[in-house]
């Protein structure tokens, strides 16, 4: 096997493809394409597209076709979820001190929370009243989907992508599936279950990442708190892009939206409460259940 290990938007990274050759400049692409992105969209970088665009505030900005492609997954997310689910929840964060070194001061307003909204259209978005973009709760996977197309486009075609825990794979060479354990949401050297991962992806969320004291990332935008139902979210899906924005999405929305979205998205989930129980969807399988 051939392991390709890097660190990018905040988390690290491992890529193992099931073959004894990799080809030439292979690496250094997947490499530059992590880098590249990152630059273009991280909300920690001031330079990047999202923060030049959160820097001058609430109007119509022209973005690139390819940040318009992104932006529309998380818009309609945003609607099929009644806006619990916000990509315009960056001020919200930002005032919470969620930046690159994880402060969380609780300076926020509740005031502003919700208050805020964006819209595209024709490559143009329009920021409206407090909003300001983050693509935290989808980002990952997008960029996972393009490292996925690009092993593809180079013939390589028996892989597992692991982005900080979110995964996208093919088959093994032999046809099998590649083994994953799930993370037990409060010890990290336990695992909650097994399970098999074959030419799709899995994404989890978790209250104990990005989380200092009381206060971690997974916000319900209209009250601007950190939900606290559940302790881990684990998402199936087709792609990358859709299991990690359900799985942030399914994590901070009321059952009555959770189960709006499963008949909306093709996904299987698995849900840890604050009690330790398990909900979890028929297709979603456990080793071993």
């Known amino acids: 096997?051939?392991?390709?290990?890097?660190?990018?938007?905040?988390?690290?990274?491992?890529?193992?493809?099931?073959?004894?050759?990799?080809?030439?400049?292979?690496?250094?692409?997947?490499?530059?394409?992590?880098?590249?992105?990152?630059?273009?969209?991280?909300?920690?970088?001031?330079?990047?597209?999202?923060?030049?665009?959160?820097?001058?505030?609430?109007?119509?900005?022209?973005?690139?076709?390819?940040?318009?492609?992104i932006l529309k997954f998380g818009i309609e997310l945003s609607q099929n979820s009644q806006g619990y689910f916000n990509p315009a929840i960056g001020k919200i964060l930002t005032e919470y001190g969620y930046d690159k070194d994880l402060k969380f001061e609780n300076k926020i307003n509740l005031s502003s929370a919700g208050s805020g909204s964006i819209k595209l259209r024709n490559n143009k978005i329009s920021l409206i009243g407090n909003a300001q973009l983050d693509l935290g709760g989808w980002g990952?996977?997008?960029?996972?989907?393009?490292?996925?197309?690009?092993?593809?486009?180079?013939?390589?075609?028996?892989?597992?992508i692991d982005g900080g825990g979110d995964l996208r794979a093919t088959s093994k060479k032999n046809g099998q599936s590649w083994l994953v354990a799930l993370e037990h949401p409060l010890d990290s050297e336990l695992a909650i279950g097994v399970v098999e991962l074959k030419n799709s992806a899995l994404a989890n969320s978790g209250s104990n990442k990005r989380r200092v004291g009381n206060f971690h990332h997974l916000i319900d935008f209209h009250s601007g708190k950190p939900v606290n139902s559940f302790l881990s979210s684990h998402i199936f899906a087709p792609t990358a892009t859709i299991a990690d924005g359900l799985a942030t999405t399914l994590f901070i929305s009321p059952q009555e939206i959770r189960e709006?979205?499963?008949?909306?998205?093709?996904?299987?989930?698995?849900?840890?409460?604050?009690?330790?129980?398990?909900?979890?969807?028929?297709?979603?399988?456990?080793?071993?259940?």
């Not at 905040?10 to 050759?21: A, L, M, P, V």
């Not at 990952?140 to 597992?160: E, P, Q, R």
């Open 140 to 160: 990952k996977g997008y960029l996972i989907d393009l490292i996925y197309d690009l092993l593809i486009s180079h013939n390589v075609n028996y892989f597992l």
């Open 1 to 69: 096997m051939v392991k390709i290990k890097f660190s990018g938007l905040g988390t690290h990274w491992q890529i193992i493809i099931d073959d004894e050759i990799l080809p030439n400049s292979l690496e250094k692409e997947i490499l530059n394409l992590a880098t590249t992105f990152e630059k273009k969209y991280s909300r920690f970088l001031p330079n990047s597209q999202v923060s030049q665009i959160n820097l001058q505030g609430s109007g119509e900005y022209p973005v690139s076709e390819e940040l318009a492609q």
């Open 260 to 289: 709006k979205l499963v008949q909306i998205y093709p996904i299987e989930y698995l849900l840890v409460t604050a009690d330790l129980n398990m909900l979890k969807s028929a297709g979603f399988s456990l080793k071993d259940d």
